[in-house]
């Protein structure tokens, strides 16, 4: 079965860093865009950062550039999202996404196939 797991959110101090996982279960993962997602209390899932097959295009959100990076490890089919510099305003569930293509690092939520469940990211201020 096609799985996305996310892993490493948690509760940080403004200024902060945390280091979210998405593990991915199923060989051809390992060649399909990346993306992360997030969502906070009554707003609509917005998009944060997406990768290609081979991390060699990366899309980034305006208000994480500069803190945020998204990487991958195909040898692991995992992919990362470093954060730094953490605000209150990061504040959200974030999700793992999939879209099954090697190209187009889509900000849409909608073009992408498999979800992850969510993990929670809590920036106190």
Avoid: H
Avoid at 104 to 121: E, I, L
């Amino acid at each position: 079965q096609v799985q996305l797991v996310e892993s490493g959110g948690g509760l940080v101090q403004a200024g902060g860093s945390l280091r979210l996982s998405c593990a991915a279960s199923g060989r051809a993962f390992s060649y399909y865009v990346k993306g992360w997602f997030r969502q906070a209390p009554g707003q609509e899932r917005e998009f944060v950062a997406a990768v290609n097959w081979n991390g060699g295009t990366t899309t980034y959100t305006d208000s994480v550039k500069g803190r945020f990076t998204i990487s991958r490890d195909n040898a692991k089919n995992t992919v990362y999202l470093q954060m730094n510099s953490l605000k209150p305003e990061d504040t959200a569930v974030y999700y793992c996404a999939a879209r099954s293509t090697r190209w187009g690092t889509s900000r849409d939520a909608n073009d992408y196939d498999y979800w992850g469940q969510g993990t929670q990211v809590t920036v106190s201020s």
